[in-house]
């Protein structure tokens, strides 16, 4: 199970890029935040962090 980021929601404010203890998330072209399903250890800390909840698990 990893995290996804719902680009319909996703702000593109970074929170979470800086609170990811494993560098999985980073900004796509659009600006809005992605996350790196091999890199993601789903601790879901970006969704703690994440001021609108654009973050949710994968199943």
């Known amino acids: 199970m990893a995290y996804v980021i719902d680009k319909n929601v996703c702000i593109?404010?970074?929170a979470c890029v800086?609170?990811?203890?494993?560098a999985a998330i980073?900004?796509?072209e659009?600006?809005?935040m992605v996350i790196d399903?091999?890199?993601c250890i789903s601790c879901g800390t970006?969704?703690?962090?994440c001021?609108?909840?654009?973050?949710?698990?994968?199943?």
């Open 12 to 14: 593109g404010c970074g």
């Open 46 to 49: 970006c969704y703690a962090v």
């Open 37 to 39: 399903k091999e890199k």
């Open 30 to 32: 659009d600006g809005k």
């Open 18 to 22: 800086g609170a990811c203890p494993v």
């Open 51 to 59: 001021p609108v909840g654009a973050p949710s698990s994968e199943e």
């Open 26 to 28: 980073s900004a796509s």
